[in-house]
């Protein structure tokens, strides 16, 4: 049964308890579809002043050309001509592995949203390695963490983690926020 709490204040408490420790947000995201909502409520808390204007990254090309669709095709969804546009500028896209990997050196505050979403392979691996030691920064999970995955060792409370054969203490805090998930439940 899913939590019916309000995931967009839920992550603005969040990123807000994390850019007070001047911290980076890591979200592991799916790429189509949670990616996007997450940008959408990213969009939503910084219009409404509930967080600051921070550098937030989309470092994952598929859900990049899924931004491109959206706005692309405006006649197959109901938002505003302008609205795709609007939500989907507010990151920065990494386009390439070269970029990818010079965002690690940021220093926060900052969100670096990447794939894959149950943090088992992709962009988010070097960020998890780079960041996870540091108890300024947050992982966000938002959607399912299925069993045998990094998400679901990191959200059950998983103290090292092997990225790339490397251990790496898991010194930042872990948060998920259920009431993102598209699966169904019980009810």
Known sequence: LHVQDDPMMELGDMVRETMAKKGVVII?????????????????????????????YLDSPMAIAVNKLFCNFKDEHKLPNSFCQDVFSIATYIPTGQESRS????????????????ADGGRVLDHLA????????????????????????????????????????????IKIIDSFSAHADYD
Do not use: W
Request: proline letters at 4%.
């Open 103 to 118: 965002i690690d050196y940021i220093s926060g505050p900052a969100i670096i949203i990447a794939g894959s979403g149950m």
């Open 130 to 173: 780079h960041f996870i030691s540091n108890a300024n920064n947050t992982v966000i999970f938002v959607g399912f963490q299925g069993d045998g995955t990094n998400g679901k060792a990191l959200v059950e409370g998983e103290k090292v983690i092997k990225i790339y054969g490397n251990a790496y203490p898991v010194d930042a805090a």
């Open 28 to 56: 592991p995201a799916f790429a189509i579809e949670r990616t996007q909502t997450v940008l959408y409520c990213l969009y939503q808390l910084q219009q409404q002043k509930a967080i600051s204007q921070i550098p937030i």
